[in-house]
């Protein structure tokens, strides 16, 4: 654990500690975004022939320069809210608005609205949209996400499937959904399923597919069949990295099983995770009962997934990369809550003091995106490293 498996040895952020260092002079905490890692998983993605329509889901991370990146990688975006929507359309004004797909949650009744409006695909996921705002849906072409009674994910935080969940119609009403959008003259374009974030199972997405394309061949009117996110990464030292290969083969079975279908996918955290670290600096270390902590500059404020999903983020000390001698600490930032701890008994170089840089790893996925003010902290900075 201490230095991390070989993969993780081999990582971007290894041979550029120094850099790192000079740049975290420039203030803490700060997320570096390694542009090039974003570029190879994005290309990992893009040769998948059975894949057709490639969604970047930019709640992971909006940053403009990743953006553009995944725009010329061919990636379209998905947003959840209307403010990801003008985001994205901003920052790339070129950019087809047919390449863009809003997938919001209980959203008012405007955002569908201005979104339709805007040209961008539409999902909607209930009865009650239709009936409350015809006038909306009327003639419309939509994209119905489903809840396909089950949910999977690396935490019960993250899973959006399953009577849990507040995403998704249920099956049992399908057919008063397809009735509605008849009765308004809408159109079923498309069938969503979005189950979870970080999916270890790799027959996930095959499952997903065949159940979307059994419906859409009752619907009739379907084009496309998106069969979500929740792409995992290695942040545990034993996880493995994603099979990939796996992965594309399973969809191009699934596919030519079931013909006919455009094949979409929305990953995010898979495109952006690895690509992202948060820098911070060591504040005080402090022995109680026992127990050495170390402070650093940021905490929950910065990177809430520690404390909102017990989430592991490897730890490394980029001072002191060279020294062996390790202890455990624990690994604390500065807010007011006990929850606000990176790491327990992480093994750091014994010799850890004031003034490091730490990086937190694997932080370019709901990292910047989910950080916030509490405790009147200023929000992270962040730094795009192009090579
Ligand atoms: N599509 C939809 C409709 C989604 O809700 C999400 C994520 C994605 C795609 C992308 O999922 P991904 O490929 O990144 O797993 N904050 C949590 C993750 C929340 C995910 C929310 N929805 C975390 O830090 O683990």
Known sequence: IAHGKPEREAAWWRSRAGDLIARAAAGTPRYVYHLPTVRERARMLRETAAIDRRFYALKANAHPDILRLLEVEGFGFECVSLAEVEHVLATLPVLDPARVLFTPSFAP???????????VNVTV?????????????QGRALWLRLDLGRGDGHHEKVRTGGAEAKFGLPLAKVDAFVAEARRLDAKIVALHAHLGSGIDNPAHWREVYADLASLAEQIGTVDTLDIGGGLPVPYTP??????????????DEIKAAYPGFR?????GRY???????????????????????????????ALVRPAMYDAWHDIHNLSRLDDDTVAAFDVVGPICESSDVFGRA????????????VLIADAGAYGMAMANTYNLRALPAEEILDV
């Open 263 to 267: 094949l979409a996918v929305e990953p």
């Open 346 to 357: 992480r093994m750091l170089p014994a010799s850890t003091a004031e003034g490091d840089v």
């Open 109 to 119: 009744r405007d955002e569908y609205r201005v979104a339709f409006d805007r040209g």
């Open 238 to 251: 034993e996880s493995r990295p994603f099979d990939v290969a796996a992965w594309r083969s399973g969809l």
């Open 271 to 301: 495109l952006v995770a690895e690509a992202g670290a948060l820098l911070v600096r060591v504040t005080q270390v402090i022995e109680k009962d026992g127990l050495r902590r170390i402070g650093v500059d940021g905490g929950m404020n």
């Open 125 to 137: 996921d209930s009865v009650e949209a239709l009936q409350r705002w015809p006038e909306v849906f």
